[in-house]
């Protein structure tokens, strides 16, 4: 029995911390090119910025501390404000 679903990306809602490089930030990519809306998040605002405009499409970049609960809780609250509710 096969126990993989397929499911399609398009237009599901990713975020993503510390994706503003390395792993994170391939993974993002990896993400908009199945079609999804991806928010990356990244300590450094102007890093996580950054790759946001070199992904493109409807990516944002945030800043966040997932270190301080206030600060990732922000973090979502704009990431559901700007593409509605997170999927992955």
Do not use: C
Not at 20 to 31: D, H, S, W, Y
Not at 55 to 66: S, Y
């Amino acid at each position: 029995m096969n126990s993989t679903i397929n499911r399609s990306l398009s237009d599901q809602v990713v975020v993503i911390t510390g994706a503003g490089r390395g792993i994170g930030l391939a993974t993002a990519r990896e993400f908009v090119a199945a079609g999804a809306r991806v928010v990356i998040g990244d300590i450094d605002e102007d890093v996580a910025a950054k790759a946001a405009l070199q992904i493109g499409g409807d990516t944002v970049g945030l800043p966040v501390d997932v270190a301080d609960r206030a600060s990732y809780a922000d973090f979502l609250n704009h990431a559901t404000q700007r593409h509605g509710p997170v999927d992955v």
